[in-house]
């Protein structure tokens, strides 16, 4: 079948390598390159990096809906386009121009979680499993029947990396047995009374209320490593936590004052139970465990941290 990818982060690589090894993919389109780093130096996306590899002609437009990229579209004569976290709205006009219309594989099970962040999302709000599910596009937001889907359970200690990765790999198997059966597929629409949504993640979203609950800041912690990161306050300076675990100790202190601090842990007030932190940074510092952290600074009882 000849199709045209559309996809951005780590996440598409693995199912356009899929694609290239299988069918004939005529053409690429992914996001321009961005200032990256500190230097904000100018990077390709890892679509790019990867699809350099391969003679296919690569497209980065900054807005896909020009006529210049339907035109573009129009002469690659793809039967299928399929999506997989491009970042971009496609028009009715692109979306109707294959055959075989436009597949999306999207890493949640609709209707649920729809949009930006639904990785992280499912893990911040507590969810037990998910999935990855492959629909056919309509011009609203992940909103087109579904094809197939199929679930994975999110262990008590995952966090948004490590299902990053399991959901990765499953898109290409779910894409793979879309594909395979896509003549004989019956759509089905979604049940707009389940929709829920994942927001685009911002930065302040990762910070800390000690006045919830720890299974809700448990949640966070997980749901935003590797990226924005969990974060409070240590003598004014920005704390990043990346592992934490709840800990089943009686404690009368305030919410967010530290009730112990050795090499084992960093014992903190909830707003219910202790959170025993495990995985910190402080600015200019490196990553490191607790014990380690231990060696070289000092944290008094009573401390309370997010002031």
Not at 213 to 231: D, E, F, K, M, T
Not at 296 to 303: C, F, H, R, S, T
Request: net charge negative; with cysteine.
């Amino acid at each position: 079948m000849k199709i045209v990818f559309m996809g951005t982060p780590d996440f598409s690589v693995p199912t356009l390598k899929y694609l290239i090894e299988n069918h004939e993919v005529v053409g690429i389109f992914t996001q321009p390159d961005r200032p990256k780093g500190r230097g904000k130096k100018l990077s390709p996306p890892p679509i790019k990096e990867f699809a350099s590899n391969y003679d296919i002609p690569v497209f980065q437009p900054e807005k896909i809906k020009t006529n210049e990229n339907i035109q573009i579209l129009r002469d690659l004569s793809s039967e299928l386009i399929v999506v997989v976290a491009y970042g971009q709205i496609l028009s009715r006009e692109i979306l109707e121009m294959p055959s075989y219309g436009c597949i999306n594989v999207h890493a949640s099970l609709l209707p649920e979680l729809r949009g930006a962040s639904p990785i992280n999302t499912a893990i911040v709000r507590g969810f037990k499993e998910t999935g990855v599910t492959t629909m056919k596009m309509d011009i609203g937001l992940d909103s087109g029947d579904m094809l197939i889907k199929k679930t994975v359970k999110i262990d008590d200690e995952m966090n948004a990396s490590e299902l990053h990765d399991i959901l990765m790999m499953l898109g290409v198997e779910v894409l793979k047995d879309t594909l395979d059966n896509i003549d004989d597929i019956k759509p089905l629409p979604q049940d707009n009374d389940k929709v829920t949504y994942a927001p685009i993640i911002k930065k302040e979203m990762a910070k800390i209320d000690w006045k919830d609950s720890s299974a809700n800041i448990y949640n966070l912690i997980r749901g935003y490593n590797p990226w924005p990161v969990a974060y409070t306050s240590l003598d004014e300076k920005r704390l990043k936590i990346f592992k934490a675990t709840i800990e089943d100790i009686e404690s009368d202190k305030e919410a967010g004052v530290v009730v112990n601090f050795d090499k084992n842990g960093l014992l903190v007030q909830t707003g219910d139970k202790v959170l025993n932190i495990q995985e910190i940074q402080l600015p200019g510092g490196k990553r490191m465990s607790i014990d380690k952290f231990a060696l070289g600074y000092k944290i008094e009882n009573g401390v309370k941290l997010g002031e």
